[in-house]
């Protein structure tokens, strides 16, 4: 049985905690480990770890990844999702009440400036959101998204924010579709504290793909790095008993990746109860809508028993979910 729970209305982050009163780094931090929950922020993350500890980070930076298109006469919207080794793209075709799921191959969409998209097949068997696409513009895809896309954002977000509220202080790589969102609430001033602390810090690269709204869809593949620096850094850390703590959900795949042998590529692996986590003993991590594919990686990470735990305390706190929401720290140990 999987991790339950309803989410009330209102708890939903419509807004950067900026625009809240609140730095980046005041927002909500919840805490779950074999000791119990604590409800603190995360400016107090320290507070929380040890000496030696390792907070593995994504450098990947947010692509503007919507752009307006003009599909038989109306206008739709694309999102971008992920570059292909070939050159093409996955896509997905979305209307304001959700993802269009009547693409057809050979289809040609209008986008600004001149340029075009042509769905050439389904990027996944029986997943009809999600096209592979041949993207016709001057130049660069990333270059045209530059000038033409903006954030992907949805309908818990009802206005615009610009591209510098969807990046991370670590954000070094442009590439994800979506914000590696748990590094979001990290200042300057607050790793400045941690390393001086003794936390220890290594980065990887995850590229992350649009999200998976449905209940059951699997994750899709995704580009990653893990710098053989960062792999050395997390088996001395292991070697010592320091924890290795993945900072999202996307850190943790690329870790767990590496740990089956490859570390750099494609991903595909679904963390899971059957694919528990091997080298990652905790994660700072947003707060996962129901059923979502991601509450069974934190199940990988820290076990059933403690995130059910955990967001049972989030509800009743009323924490706030998404991207620009409040954060947790799961730990097994």
Known sequence: MNIRFDLPDGLSASAPPEARGLARDEVRLLVASPAGVHHTVFSSL??????????VVNTSGTLPAAVDAVRAGRPVVVHFSTSLDDGSWVIELRAPGGPLLDGRAGERLELPGGASLTLLAPASPGVARLWRAAVAVEGSVPGFLSAAGRPIRYGYVPRA????????????????????????PFSESLVVRLVTDGVLFAP?????GVSSPEAGEPPQAERFRVPPTTAALVSWVRSQGGRVIAVGTTAARALESAAEGTSEGWTDLVLGPERPARVVDGI???LHAPEASHLLLLEAVAGRGLVQRAYDAAVERRYLWHEFGDVSLLLRR
């Open 204 to 208: 990887l690269v995850l590229h992350t």
């Open 161 to 184: 924010w610009p591209l510098p509220d969807y990046q991370t202080v670590f954000a070094r790589e442009p590439g994800s579709a979506e914000m590696p969102s748990a590094a979001r």
């Open 284 to 286: 700072v991590t947003g």
């Open 46 to 55: 320290g507070s929380h770890l040890r000496p030696g500890d390792l907070l």
